[in-house]
């Protein structure tokens, strides 16, 4: 039986985890060609080693694997709008071509160049077998993209399928209700959205239907009160 060190050496990829520093010095499939089939399509987000990236296909056809998030107020591309040959933020506008480098920003001049310095991390690609590879490691070490004999049959002689793992779902509906948790949270330490106190709860009493009363006739020799007959002598 593996260790909890030597487990860990193994399975753990994000970061610099040895395992994962590995793997980046391999080709990876990163999405389905359909996916990303037509130019300006919709961009597919797909988190590979931990990372969390954005697959897009531009005007021109170019494939890109890119950051995610948009280096100004950290929004995701994958909600971003794919023309003109870039994919741009639909946050503040910010746009990215294949390479990661800014083109456009409209909420600074162009003669500042503050859009020159701002890059997102890319990674080449190679489009083969029906899907998209990338290679995320050091740019001195890629390899030459390994043609297998089963990418060249012919596309109707071999079928690729993309599924999730049950315990990657776990893991995302578990951090989605931590992340409810943490924000309801917040809000109510920080006093936003705090609504009026409300009443403490009490259990209502078992309802108990009444025992009807029974009334009987009363003999009048029981009556107590006596009504005065009128004399003769009133009269």
Known sequence: MLSAEENQLLTHVT???P???MMRRYWVPACLSEEVAEPDCTPVRTTILGERLVVFRDTNGT???VDERCPHRLASLALGRNEEGGLRCIYHGWKFNTAGACVDMPTEPGAFGFRDRMKLTSYPTHEAGGMVWTYMGPAADMPTFPEYDWMKLPRNQYAVIKSASPS?????????????????????????????????WT??????PRT???????????C??????PSATSA
């Not at 009807?212 to 029981?222: D, E, K, L, N, R």
């Open 19 to 21: 395992m994962g520093q």
């Open 63 to 65: 494939l890109a694997v």
């Open 168 to 200: 990657t779902t776990r893991k995302r509906s578990k951090a989605r209700s931590t992340h409810r948790t943490r924000g309801s949270s917040i809000r109510a330490s920080s006093g936003i959205g705090r609504s009026a106190p409300k009443r403490r």
């Open 212 to 222: 009807p009363t029974t009334v009987s006739a009363m003999p009048p020799s029981a």
């Open 15 to 17: 970061g610099d985890a």
């Open 203 to 208: 259990p209502r009493r078992k309802w108990k």
């Open 224 to 229: 107590r009160c006596r009504i005065p007959t």
